[in-house]
Nanobody
Framework: QVQLVESGGGLVQPGGSLRLSCAAS????????MNWYRQAPGKERELVAT????????NYADSVKGRFTISRDNAKNTVYLQMNSLKPEDTAVYYC???????WGQGTQVTVSS
């Protein structure tokens, strides 16, 4: 059974940093491209960042480019999202997902506020 468990969210001031983690199981993690999405209140879920299965290529939404970094550790079946220079508009629930699999975790709340 596919499981995705996101963690690392919290309340942070503008300009601060957070590191999100997503522990995956139930599928061949090292063969799967991984993605981070986010959903803000009243908005549709949007793709934030993608990393290939071996981590040799990444892509970012324009809104986070230069501030967020996606990475992975295939030995630990975990994907990360390092978020720096956070802005209030980054406030959302963040989710990870494997490309091609229609499973979502419970998400982790990120709130950027002074």
């Amino acid at each position: 059974q596919v499981q995705l468990v996101e963690s690392g969210g919290g309340l942070v001031q503008p300009g601060g940093s957070l590191r999100l983690s997503c522990a995956a199981s139930g599928f061949t993690f090292h063969m799967s491209d991984m993605n981070w999405y986010r959903q803000a209140p009243g908005k549709e879920r949007e793709l934030v960042a993608t990393i290939t299965n071996v981590g040799d290529n990444t892509n970012y939404a324009d809104s986070v480019k230069g501030r967020f970094t996606i990475s992975r550790d295939n030995a630990k079946n975990t994907v990360y999202l390092q978020m720096n220079s956070l802005k209030p508009e980054d406030t959302a629930v963040y989710y990870c997902r494997a490309t091609g699999l229609l499973y979502w975790g419970q998400g982790t709340q990120v709130t950027v506020s002074s």
